[in-house]
């Protein structure tokens, strides 16, 4: 992430999942309104949570054209599309649920399949069938929405895996020896592709560890994840709030 980036720092995680949601209406609306279709990774874990019931709450407006919407996930955990812990099955009751989407725009991960590995290149293929490419040799997302744990794992991509170096697969299944469990992914080359990132991380047990992304230190830098995401044709915001924000001295504009 040394690479330009936006940051916005909201005083509470309530206005920071406000902005989130105005960015991803305006990215979903203008790029509909410009290309047609719009292709969206969504983020799993506990902080999109509101923002997932604040863009389905926008969503009863209209005003944003989610028929034209086509919804991927950035990462999976090994359970049922129905388990309590699946991502899909968060954004399922938090936002799609809620919002007038075609159902066959919703592709979740099958991270549950019997051989994941094969599963996740199945996943792949979806995505190079679906999502275009645009004369490269890699789909673009117009929007892939990530988070971040303490330890500075952004979708499933933690800290020392061996899958931070794949170069050429773009969705790939690993263990995660700091979870016991195995996780679906999207890869850097994947999520560095994308017109649009958008980093939406809330909460003071982030704030070291945000403190080192936005820092200049480059070892610590390079233990971290998330770090390693870097479009390379596209535009990246980071939405903190001010408890995420605190030990980096960033304060509410």
Not at 29 to 57: E, W
Not at 129 to 139: F, R
Not at 154 to 161: D, H, I, K, N
């Amino acid at each position: 992430m040394e690479h330009q980036y936006e940051v916005f720092v909201e005083p509470s995680a309530e206005e920071a999942t406000g902005l989130a949601s105005k960015f991803v209406k305006s990215i979903l609306s203008d790029t509909v309104l410009h290309r047609g279709f719009c292709y969206l990774a969504l983020a799993g874990g506990t902080t999109p949570h509101g923002l997932y019931l604040r863009l389905a709450a926008d969503g009863v407006s209209g005003d944003v054209p989610w028929q034209s919407v086509h919804v991927f996930f950035g990462d999976e955990r090994d359970v049922p599309q129905d388990h309590i812990g699946s991502n899909f099955l968060m954004a399922q009751r938090t936002l799609l649920d809620h919002v007038p989407i075609n159902l066959a725009h919703i592709h979740p991960m099958p991270a549950d399949a019997e051989d994941l590995r094969n599963a996740a290149a199945e996943y792949e293929n979806t995505i190079r069938q679906v999502v275009p490419c645009d004369g490269g040799a890699i789909p673009r997302f117009d929007l892939v929405l990530l988070g971040m744990g303490a330890d500075g794992h952004t979708v499933s991509l933690f800290p020392g895996a061996d899958v931070l170096r794949e170069t050429e697969r773009l969705v790939a299944a690993h263990f995660v020896p700091v979870l016991g469990r195995k996780r679906m992914t999207f890869t850097y080359p994947l999520i560095n592709a994308a017109r649009n990132v958008i980093l939406f991380v809330t909460g003071s047990d982030k704030a070291e560890t945000i403190a080192h992304v936005l820092g200049h230190d480059a070892e610590a830098r390079a233990k971290l994840p998330v770090c390693g995401v870097m479009p390379t044709a596209g535009k990246m915001k980071v939405i903190l709030d001010a408890d995420a924000a605190r030990a980096a001295n960033l304060r509410p504009q």
